[in-house]
């Protein structure tokens, strides 16, 4: 089953927020980005491990939502992540922690961040975590309701994957609507994004 | 030298201009100037001293009396400079460097510590120089010393004035500066000429001691710190601490001890270090800055934290390689306690944000205090300018005021990706564009080349120049002119779009929009 909804990053405008009309208790999922909790409603409970790939709009916006609602936030080993972006996406910084550089083993500190944080952003440098040692963290983001992102690296038995891929840019001032070099400026980035796992329905969803 | 004196005149009710003689064991040990111009001197027997001048006043040491009489002198200097440290009655160090940039120089700051002690009811004399030890033999003359001369202000002096002062000289000293005296060393001077090694073979460390001030050599110079020395709680780990659970137990009960102490002091904590040493003898510390004073729990989490963080150190070498016998928690820096304002009912998520700076303290603990910071906007141009990451626990402050206007700033969307990598950016014909000094391209950019994203731009639109601190010319030399671009690299369903900034003559890839 496949299902269509729009998804926009940036230029400040928000989606207006879709009544799902769906049994979902709130209490239990992590707030979302009103865009992908359209696009996958009930995707992503708190106390999951979720794999996101691709475009780095997912992650930020997920960090600003999580923030936004008064969650707290880790970001492990993501030096590169734009946090200006996520301010614009209406990010409270101050609930934001950046660990830049975690070390030999990131997946530790974690671990040790899951206690305290509602949403621990882990980017894993192209490694891969076995999963013997997997299973344990899940166990604890699972009792902590501590969701944890993984990015940039595989995550063994992880219940939801999110992708998302730049599918095109809108550029303001173009003449007659068609880009033309020399003129105007990014003021949009369309996503299309994709999720898998064991709680959701295969979805596809396409920006235009 | 003469405080004893003083102090006894003050209590017996003359003037310290009389000949007074203070005697311990019926030797004299310290006189008025009046009585040493009628040939009184230390060490002298009381009665030959009596001899020596018959209207002399004999007072019996007391050094009790000393200590409370000089405490108004100190309390005197005090309000004028702080944080001078007593040496022994009479004689008290502190540094000058403050005092000498704020009442102009260093000759000035001393004329005002003479006229504060002589309100106080007592004269001084004051003597300024690098090392501590070099200050106080320049206090008798009253000298103040140039900067790194102390070793020749020290080589004119008899090699006996080494032992004169009980406060800087152990009481054997004496008898070195009487073998030196004997072998023909009658100067400072010249037993600072002796190597340092032949003085440590053949005179013992004191010696050593002795020949460091002799040639000027820094010691410990005087700080307000140490004065808080009597805040620090100490435990004595028995049997020595090799687990966790045992050290988060040491932990609590020694951070009881602190908050004691702290609370008679009246100071809240704000930078704590925790010491320990093992029973090989090996000595850890960290510092831990908090933004505001520790309370008792979180000084016993931080313990806790840290000697979790030292026993289990994922690297078997790092590790310390005995268990941890003696815990040291010392204030490094205090507060008065009305800076600590806890509130009377947690606010709103209160508890949530004490578990999430739980976690990250933990993290400090693990990794390091730099490695946990958190972000806060700032003001600036580019992306990665406009937001500062401070230590977590530091003082919150932006490196630049964000509420200015910042003209030139780019606008929303800020790119997701933030990067500084150099890159080629090419005109049709291959040659690289720059920027003109009228902030145009030499060319219609047509390629980027760069690690990851080469290929043909199907959209660029700028430069936007960045006009940014021309009135700081060594600024201007290093940036040299600056600009930004947003391009487009590849068409269709593949592109990328890039940020892209000019400085010092060179391209360089800041941020992608993904």
Redesign the interface.
């Known amino acids: 089953m496949s299902g269509k909804a729009t998804a926009k990053?940036?230029?400040?405008r928000r989606a207006v927020a879709a009544e799902t009309g769906l049994p979902i208790d709130h209490d239990s999922l992590l707030p979302m980005p009103e865009s992908l909790a359209e696009l996958l409603p009930g995707s992503l409970p708190r106390g999951t491990v979720a794999v996101v790939s691709g475009?780095?709009?997912l992650?930020?916006s997920l960090v600003a939502a999580v923030t936004a609602e008064?969650g707290?936030v880790?970001i492990v080993g993501r030096p590169?992540?734009?946090?200006?972006?996520a301010?614009?996406m209406g990010a409270d910084?101050?609930?934001?922690?950046?660990?830049?550089?975690?070390?030999?083993?990131p997946v530790?500190?974690a671990a040790?961040?899951?206690?305290?944080?509602d949403l621990v952003v882990l980017g894993l440098g192209g490694r891969s975590v076995p999963a013997s040692r997997a299973r344990a963290l899940v166990a604890r983001a699972r009792q902590r309701g501590c969701t944890l992102l993984v990015a940039d690296g595989d995550w063994q038995g992880a219940s939801t994957r999110l992708e998302a891929r730049?599918?095109?840019?809108e550029?303001a001032g173009g003449r007659d609507g068609v880009?033309?070099?020399?003129?105007?400026?990014?003021?949009?980035?369309r996503l299309a994004m994709r999720a898998r796992g064991r709680s959701v329905r295969p979805v596809r969803a396409v920006g235009g | 030298m003469d405080w004893p004196a003083v102090a006894a005149a003050a209590t017996i009710g003359v003037a310290p201009t009389m000949p007074i003689a203070v005697t311990l064991a019926n030797r004299v040990v310290a006189c008025s100037a009046a009585a040493r111009a009628v040939g009184v001197r230390r060490g002298l027997r009381r009665r030959e001293a009596q001899a020596r001048c018959p209207e002399l006043h004999v007072v019996a040491a007391d050094p009790a009396r000393d200590a409370r009489h000089f405490e108004r002198v100190t309390a005197a200097v005090d309000d004028l400079v702080p944080r001078a440290e007593v040496l022994r009655p009479g004689l008290s160090v502190l540094p000058v460097r403050g005092a000498a940039r704020y009442f102009g120089s260093e000759q000035a700051a001393a004329e005002k510590l003479v006229d504060a002690v002589a309100a106080a009811g007592t004269e001084c004399q004051v003597g300024i120089a690098d090392q501590l030890p070099t200050a106080v033999f320049a206090a008798r003359p009253g000298r103040i010393v140039e900067p790194g001369q102390d070793a020749v202000f020290l080589s004119g002096l008899s090699i006996r004035q080494l032992a004169a002062e009980p406060s800087l000289a152990p009481a054997d000293r004496e008898n070195l500066t009487d073998l030196l005296w004997r072998m023909g060393i009658r100067t400072v001077g010249q037993f600072a000429e002796l190597p340092r090694g032949d003085v440590a073979s053949r005179f013992g460390a004191d010696a050593v001691t002795a020949h460091r001030i002799a040639c000027g050599e820094p010691g410990r110079p005087p700080s307000g710190r140490d004065a808080e020395d009597e805040l620090d709680a100490v435990m004595n780990c028995d049997p020595p601490i090799d687990r966790v659970d045992a050290a988060a137990f040491a932990g609590r009960s020694l951070a009881s001890v602190l908050h004691r102490s702290l609370l008679a002091a009246g100071v809240g904590c704000t930078r704590l270090a925790i010491h320990a040493e093992t029973t090989n003898g090996q000595e850890l510390e960290r510092v831990w800055r908090c933004a505001e004073p520790l309370t008792e729990d979180a000084t016993a989490d931080r313990v806790r934290w840290q000697l979790d963080g030292w026993l289990n150190r994922r690297h078997h070498q790092d590790r310390p390689c005995a268990p941890i016998s003696v815990l040291r928690l010392r204030p490094v820096e205090v507060v008065s306690a009305e800076a600590l304002q806890l509130p009377l009912w947690g606010g709103l998520g209160e508890e949530d944000r004490l578990r999430a700076r739980r976690a990250l303290v933990r993290v400090q603990g693990l990794l390091g205090p730099d490695a946990v910071k958190v972000p806060i906007l700032s003001g600036g141009r580019s992306p990665i300018e406009r937001i500062t990451f401070i230590p977590l626990g530091d003082e919150p402050v932006p490196a630049a005021n964000p509420d200015q206007p910042w003209p030139g700033q780019l606008p929303e969307p800020s790119p997701t990706v933030l990067l500084d990598d150099p890159v080629e950016v090419l005109d049709v014909d291959g040659n690289p564009v720059r920027v003109t000094a009228r902030g145009l391209f030499t060319a219609d950019p047509v390629r980027l080349e760069a690690p990851g994203c080469t290929g043909r731009l199907s959209w660029w639109a700028g430069p936007w120049p960045v006009d940014e601190r021309w009135w700081d010319a060594a600024a201007e030399a290093r940036s040299g002119r600056a600009a930004r671009a947003q391009v487009l690299v590849g068409s269709g369903a593949t592109a990328r779009a890039l940020l892209l900034c000019y400085r010092q003559r060179r391209w360089y890839l800041e941020g992608a929009y993904e």
Do not use: K, Q
């Not at chain 1, 990053?9 to 400040?12: I, L, T």
């Not at chain 1, 880009?179 to 980035?189: A, D, E, L, M």
């Open positions: 990053v940036g230029g400040g475009a780095r709009s992650e930020v008064g707290h880790a590169d992540l734009g946090l200006l972006a301010v614009e910084l101050s609930r934001i922690a950046v660990v830049a550089h975690p070390g030999a083993d530790e500190v040790v961040l899951m206690d305290g944080m730049v599918s095109g840019y550029i880009p033309t070099p020399g003129c105007g400026r990014i003021s949009r980035v």
